[in-house]
């Protein structure tokens, strides 16, 4: 049963610590969608990757977070250094080039920072 | 630029009583229209989707309809269950915009059903 893994489900940090967040898409799949899903915010779309290049970035905040795609099979998004204002559900997701609106999320991963 | 709205929440609701969640968009091209469902404490999965005007989307007894004449794709189910309890989100991709093809989301509707 493909689905997308993410890493790891749960993190407890103090503030300033570094923070790295780990998905494995869907074997195939080639577009890879980091989220942010707060209750004031609702969902906010972070970085874009299209067969591991970023095209969209421009939701994250540069001066400390950064996302990449080492390989197809693993994308990273860091944290460095870690902010109360940080904590939040963030969702992996990865579909098809041709079919951008079809994704599949992984379970997330929810951030505390202290 | 192109955007979702969708009717606030939550919306609670009596096991077996009709559900609809409003959802209109504005879009410059012509988008295909999505809703997606979120359980408490999963991720988001597709529900259904529409691709062109009048275009009928369904999935697990969840319908909606592409209505360009009034920018609309409300979500209807005829008798919903307490396991429907989820947040619901709206959601646009415009297959035309060249490397910003990408999901534009409403804010989600929380849909709470009582036995």
């Known amino acids: 049963d493909a689905r997308v893994t993410q890493t790891p489900r749960h993190k407890v940090t103090e503030m300033g610590q570094e923070v790295t967040m780990r998905c494995q898409p869907i074997?195939?799949?080639?577009?890879v969608f980091w989220y942010r899903q707060t209750m004031m915010q609702g969902l906010e779309l972070l970085a874009y990757f299209r067969n591991r290049a970023p095209l969209d970035d421009s939701g994250m905040p540069k001066d400390r977070f950064s996302a990449e795609m080492p390989d197809a099979t693993l994308a990273t998004l860091k944290i460095q250094p870690s902010e109360p204002r940080d904590s939040a559900v963030y969702f992996c997701a990865s579909g098809l080039g041709q079919n951008t609106g079809e994704l599949f999320f992984g379970e997330g991963s929810r951030l505390t920072v202290l | 630029g192109d955007s979702v709205t969708q009717m606030e929440g939550p919306v609670t609701l009596s096991e077996e009583a009709f559900l609809t969640i409003n959802c209109t968009y504005t879009?410059?091209?012509?988008?295909?229209l999505f809703w997606y469902v979120q359980y408490p404490g999963e991720g988001l999965q597709l529900l259904l989707k529409a691709t062109k005007a009048d275009d009928k989307g369904s999935n697990k007894g969840f319908e909606a309809t592409y209505r360009k004449e009034t920018t609309s794709f409300h979500l209807e189910k005829g008798s919903v269950q307490v396991s429907d309890s989820a947040v619901y989100f709206c959601a646009l991709c415009d297959y035309n915009a060249g490397n910003n093809r990408k999901l534009i989301w409403g804010l989600g509707t929380s849909l709470a059903v009582n036995p």
């Open positions: 074997l195939g799949h080639n577009t």
């Open positions: 879009a410059t091209g012509y988008p295909s």
